[in-house]
């Protein structure tokens, strides 16, 4: 038989496509069969790893890419860059954990739970970002349409979901409650990270129930890290540094980013 016919019986894609570079690489390095070998099962194992993250990111409806290695520590110093380091090595995601990140708007809460998702999505685990205002819209809908179960179960798959902007919108009884039943399916089962401007002491008003506050924050923080962020927002810093911020339109921005924060 062929290796032309070969390679794709076994599903060999990646390597068939650079089999001649890796046949010509193994005779100027004088590789031994072993070696070939190895370098072309990594070369296959590689493509599809690769595929596997496209699929894995295209899937998780990422509103961008961004990784931890663009993230600037440097303008937000409070930052425990070793507390980053083990969330990175996805310990949490094993271990079923949640990660909060909480600080006003601008301080870069996105850019790590995005980061951390892109970790694990690389790491082969199945993610989705979701802000929360779709969230709860899904659940309204599905529980309107009498498919709650189904859509419970299908937002249960992801082992981390991200769940962003977190307190910018109140909720009602309702929303709340079916806020509560996901985070009573995913509890020790799947990890969340989430973003938030509020501060825990103010989702009882968040809420509108101080008690489903509680029950959610005991199922929320039981097994999680908390990072909370204080500093300058990052867009406030680069429109000041291309000069496109007078003073007084500094503070009118910076006004409008604490009322944000306060809602």
Known sequence: M??????PRLKLEHLGAALDTLCEQAAKDDLGYREFLERALATEWQGRHQKGLESRLKQ???PW??????????FQPGIDRKVIRELAGLRFVERNENVILLGPPGVGK??????LGVKAATASHRLLFMP???????LIKAKQENRLERQLQQLCYARVLILDE???LPMNREEASLFFRLLSRRYEKASIILTSNKSFIDWGELFGDQVLATA??????HHSTTINIK?????LKEKRKAGLLSVSSQLELTSEEEIRSKK
């Open 2 to 7: 062929q290796l032309a016919s070969l390679l």
């Open 60 to 62: 998780a409806r990422l």
């Open 65 to 74: 890419i961004k990784t931890l290695e663009q993230f600037d520590f440097s």
């Open 110 to 115: 996105t850019h790590l739970a995005i980061a």
């Open 132 to 138: 929360l205002d779709r969230l709860i819209s899904a």
């Open 166 to 168: 977190f307190g910018y």
């Open 216 to 221: 959610i924050l005991d199922r929320l923080l």
């Open 231 to 235: 500093g300058e927002s990052y867009r």
